[in-house]
């Protein structure tokens, strides 16, 4: 994990190595406070005290290192959701502790859950490790275990219960006139109409 509130190294102190990290850690700095907007190599090799050049030794492209710091956004919610099941073993909390979680994070970090989902030209390096997306698938899963979601549906269930949280995240973080009301119980009636939505559907 990459700690976002770090005090930044001056460039004499790097070592071979780990200006990748340097730069990853400053890149979830300026994604936590503006979003994507300040993710250039530029900016971000200034901000490390390096020169544009040195980046892409680390990095083919700019959207190489965007794509990086994406993931690392992403793993950050993938986390925060791993915390939330810790203690949860009925299928139904761990579902509705699932998606509070991912709300939580897009409401508490709309920098860093703008940057977790941004389209890139490029892909990550390798596979998101958590990954917000299999947490989510299973916990669909776990309905066909108890046989709550028929196995054929897993697939357009996850996702149809992945749309409703991220959809809800994404109208609740932004500043447009149709911002829905967001509230604890809002929040609460949504993942308890998902639950009545997933778990019908298979009936």
């Not at 073993?89 to 897009?106: L, N, P, Q, S, W």
């Not at 916990?139 to 066909?144: E, F, G, H, R, T």
């Amino acid at each position: 994990m990459y700690p976002v509130n770090i005090k930044l190294m001056n460039k004499k102190t790097y070592h071979h190595g780990n200006l990748e990290e340097a730069l990853l850690t400053v890149g979830m700095k300026e994604a936590k406070a503006s979003g994507f907007r300040n993710l250039g190599v530029t900016h971000l090799a200034k901000m490390v005290g390096v020169t544009p050049m040195a980046v892409y030794r680390h990095f083919p492209s700019g959207e190489n290192l965007k794509a990086a710091i994406s993931q690392q956004a992403r793993e950050e919610l993938a986390r925060r959701m791993l915390e939330a099941l810790e203690n949860e073993e009925d299928v139904k909390r761990k579902f509705m502790a699932t998606g509070r979680e991912y709300i939580r994070f897009g409401l508490e970090e709309p920098g860093l859950f703008a940057v977790a989902f941004i389209d890139c030209d490029a892909s990550p390096q390798r596979e998101d490790n958590p990954s917000a997306r299999a947490i989510l698938h299973d916990a669909i899963l776990d309905l066909c275990n108890e046989g709550l979601v028929k196995p054929a549906e897993l697939e357009s269930v996850a996702n149809f219960a992945w749309s409703i949280v991220h959809g809800f995240a994404m109208l609740a973080s932004g500043n447009n006139p149709f911002r829905p009301e967001i509230s604890p119980s809002v929040i609460e009636n949504l993942l308890e109409r998902s639950w009545l939505g997933v778990t019908q559907f298979s009936k």
